[in-house]
């Protein structure tokens, strides 16, 4: 089993090589993994219900927001079900993204499970093309009705899952539509880059009440530097969770996540570019999140 699990995610890693950023980014990529890997839908015990706000370089005009809602549940012994909303809006960009996962449960011993998920989504993605003088942009003749687009896609995922520690690897969206694509100053039509995720996380126990949780992920996307971010947070009493992300060359964030009463948790990440993209007027990003487990 171990042998088949190496062959399948060398595979999943041999089939990208080196990927630009295309979709949204989330500190709380932990407790959203649904977004990313199908397999991730009803790895957990009972109902999951999650909601996200991500609101990036705050004070620039017309930057990334994203706004996810995330459903998931077993039904019966093997097999999970899920169900994603995403929507992203950036700069001149819409897109509204649903996704239905599907899992299937392997258990290969007592305290160690693998799920092979499978996603099926719907897209639709507009660009208002008449606002990119505002950005000092050009644009050529094949834009001129580049909107309203309709694209089904699919995607594979694998998620391991141990007492105490969790990998990951997926790749949410195997097709590659059309969209826009900048280069030279210059809008054109391009295609959507394919995305692969590689994660793992392990929990340490610090004491009786305390827990270390240690999580990162990869983010290969087309013609882009790999991504890499590692995440620490600690635990205390299973009520309060307090912890910093690094973002290799790209970010730094401070998170923290509250349990109010029972499954319901809130949580709260702020974000801190390394580089200013936007000659330092942006004031960071923002992100909310709320989880609720039945």
């Given at each position: ?39 991730y839908a009803g790895s957990n015990d009972g109902l999951e219900f ?66 092979f998920g499978l996603k099926g989504s719907a897209n639709t993605y ?169």
């Amino acid at each position: 089993m171990k042998t088949i699990v190496i062959t399948i995610f060398s595979v999943l890693l041999a089939a990208l090589g080196l990927y630009a950023q295309q979709d949204p980014q989330y500190s709380f990529y932990r407790y959203n993994m649904n977004v990313v890997n199908p397999a991730y839908a009803g790895s957990n015990d009972g109902l999951e219900f999650a909601l996200g706000l991500r609101s990036q370089w705050a004070g620039v005009e017309g930057a990334p927001e994203s706004q996810s809602a995330i459903f998931g549940t077993s039904l019966g012994k093997n097999v999970g079900l899920g169900v994603s909303v995403l929507n992203d809006k950036t700069f001149i960009e819409t897109q509204t993204w649903l996704a239905i996962d599907v899992s299937y449960q392997v258990k290969v011993s007592e305290n160690n499970q693998l799920f092979f998920g499978l996603k099926g989504s719907a897209n639709t993605y507009d660009a208002n093309t008449q606002g990119l003088q505002t950005y000092g942009v050009g644009q050529d003749g094949s834009l001129m009705n580049f909107d309203n687009r309709f694209t089904p896609n699919v995607g594979v995922g694998l998620y391991w899952k141990n007492d105490k520690y969790f990998v990951s690897a997926s790749i949410p969206k195997l097709l590659t539509p059309e969209r826009l694509e900048e280069s030279n100053g210059e809008a054109r039509v391009g295609t959507d880059k394919v995305h692969m995720y590689l994660a793992g996380g392990y929990e340490f126990e610090l004491s009786e009440s305390t827990n270390l949780y240690l999580t990162n992920m990869l983010r290969f996307v087309t013609a882009s530097p790999v991504s890499y971010e590692l995440t620490g947070m600690v635990g205390f009493a299973e009520r309060f969770t307090i912890g910093a992300g690094y973002r290799f060359s790209e970010s730094i964030s401070g998170l923290f996540l509250l349990n109010i009463s029972g499954g319901l948790d809130v949580g709260y990440a702020y974000e801190n570019a390394l580089e200013k993209p936007v000659g330092g007027v942006e004031k960071g990003t923002h992100e909310l999140f709320m989880r609720l487990r039945i």
